[in-house]
């Protein structure tokens, strides 16, 4: 039976409307699950939106429309910039559904009769941005360190989760599993936190409605966080189907920006642990995406919509984009100019002027028939390096590594085409040379057409077609797929117009 393999992004606030910050947590996500498809294994990939909580309720008050109206609006949105985006999610959860309560409510119950969650008086800092307590020390100038600006006084009395029980079993358990934050900065940062000490955390309200009722006081809501992180666990059947949720749980990658690592590297896992359940096996921290040297965000009115970038270059020319240039790890500036330079560089020449060049000879000296690949051609050894590559780099989640690797790839089919000048053989009537060297330079372009597939699906599936291949890229299967000497010969190939026509960045 094919290997589970449970990925997921961050569930977006709707609050916010998507911006290219989320794009890029919820296009590395699809590139990962695509990539472990071809691999065959049986892949689940969640995302979805958090629509409890303080601030939304309050952009909704704004808007004079009840919160479930404005989170279904925002929602619809998040739901179709993926669909614009190619992301293939299996499920799309909103925290308000039913079967989210449930899970919740669930949950929330073993944790309460596992005697982790005690009635207390709160008194502390909130920012509701963040929806996050701060204490005094974490203030910036008695401002929110995040955001900047001013934090709410409160004085509450709560339902606390009793995180500080759990300090020696998570630093017992990130002991024992040393990959499960990554990168490692990230663990760093994680364990000297821990380290630090974990305070008992507030986790109902009775100040506000909006929310998930405690089952055993439901004139408590549950913390918008409790009740979000939960949906990881509902989108696989937590309470519904025990069955799934085995098969899924725990989850393989939770793709996370690093502001929110606190709540998924240390409360996330604690909670788990005290409702019975294993921690994830990863959660992997990615930087920031920055414009003009600073985050996005709604105040500083820096956003930028992914459809404004898709207009320009395309879903694929997008998706490249920010998967090549922003190292999934370490901060990132966005800037048009590098997304043009990016584009043209690596897409319209080496991946797109390389088919055209190939596939053009292919045409005039091999009537558009694709000749037998050779066993031992000189391009045979660098694809099988470059499999191996991708797969070294995509462990590790480097995305841009891996894409590194195959413009490698494509770099040395143009190289030895330069080098073995098929027209001048042609020229000399040179025809079993001629085919040698095209169709072994057709057979890299299938797979480096097929390695960068899961990140630009659009282009390489046209690839695909022009290459006279059946199906899609996404209907063969990793390992054996990326083999030397798999492009059927005498199949019938079809230039084409240019896949990524230039940009000029003046236009
Ligand atoms: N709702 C919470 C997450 C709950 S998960 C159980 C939340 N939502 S958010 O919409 O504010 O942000 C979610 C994620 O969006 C961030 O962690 C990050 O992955 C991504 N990003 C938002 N802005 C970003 C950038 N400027 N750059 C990169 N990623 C960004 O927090």
């Not at 589970?4 to 916010?16: A, G, K």
């Not at 590559?389 to 190289?415: H, I, K, Q, S, Y």
Request: charged share 20%; net charge negative.
């Amino acid at each position: 039976m094919a290997r589970p393999f449970f990925v997921t992004t961050p569930i977006y606030y709707v609050n916010d409307v998507p911006h290219i910050g989320h794009a890029y947590t919820t296009v590395a996500a699809d590139v990962l699950a695509r990539w472990r498809r071809l691999h065959g294994d049986d892949v689940f990939f969640l995302t979805g939106t958090d629509e409890h909580g303080l601030k939304v309720q309050r952009s909704a008050e704004e808007r004079g429309i009840s919160p479930l109206e404005w989170a279904t609006t925002t929602a619809a949105r998040f739901r179709s910039a993926w669909d614009d985006l190619d992301i293939s999610y299996d499920d799309f959860i909103r925290t308000t559904e039913p079967r989210h309560h449930a899970a919740v409510q669930e949950f929330l119950q073993r944790v309460y009769d596992n005697g982790d969650i005690e009635l207390d008086t709160y008194e502390g800092q909130y920012c509701v941005p963040c929806e996050a307590y701060y204490t005094d020390d974490e203030l910036v100038d008695g401002n929110c360190p995040i955001h900047g600006r001013p934090v709410d006084h409160v004085v509450e009395q709560n339902y606390f989760f009793r995180l500080s029980r759990y300090e020696q079993r998570l630093l017992d358990f990130y002991a024992e599993h040393p990959d499960a934050v990554q990168p490692e900065s990230r663990r760093n940062e994680v364990l000297g936190f821990i380290r630090q000490g974990l305070r008992d955390f507030s986790m109902s309200r009775t100040s506000i409605s909006w929310g998930v009722p405690l089952p055993w006081d439901p004139s408590h809501v549950a913390y918008v966080w409790f009740d979000a992180l939960i949906n990881y666990c509902t989108g696989v059947g937590f309470g519904a189907d025990a069955e799934r949720f085995a098969r899924f749980w725990p989850a393989d990658y939770h793709l996370v920006g690093k502001d929110i690592l606190r709540f998924h590297a240390v409360y996330w896992p604690a909670m788990l642990m005290a409702a019975g359940l294993e921690p994830p096996e990863v959660v992997f921290a990615h930087g920031w995406l920055l414009v003009g040297g600073e985050k996005m965000s709604k105040t500083r009115a820096n956003q930028i919509a992914p459809s404004d970038l898709v207009a320009d270059f395309g879903v694929d020319g997008f998706r490249y984009h920010f998967m090549a240039d922003q190292r999934f790890g370490p901060d990132g500036d966005f800037s048009y100019e590098a997304m043009v330079a990016r584009y043209n560089s690596d897409l319209a020449n080496n991946y797109g002027n390389l088919a055209n060049r190939v596939l053009n000879m292919a045409v005039n000296y091999c009537g558009g028939v694709v000749p037998a690949t050779r066993a031992d051609g000189p391009l045979a050894a660098v694809a099988a390096e470059t499999y191996t590559e991708v797969v070294a780099c995509m462990d590790r989640l480097d995305v841009a590594g891996a894409l590194g690797a195959v413009w490698d790839l494509m770099g040395a089919t143009n190289a030895y085409i330069e080098a073995s000048e098929p027209w001048k053989r042609n020229k000399a009537g040179d025809t079993e040379g001629v085919a040698g060297i095209l169709g072994d330079c057709l057979e890299a372009l299938r797979i480096a057409t097929l390695l960068a597939a899961p990140t630009i699906p659009r282009a390489t599936t046209e690839m695909w077609r022009r290459l006279g291949l059946t199906g899609t890229p996404f209907d063969v299967s990793l390992p054996a797929a990326a083999a030397w000497g798999q492009l059927p010969s005498g199949s019938v190939l079809d230039k084409g117009a240019p896949l990524f026509p230039r940009k000029d960045i003046d236009e």
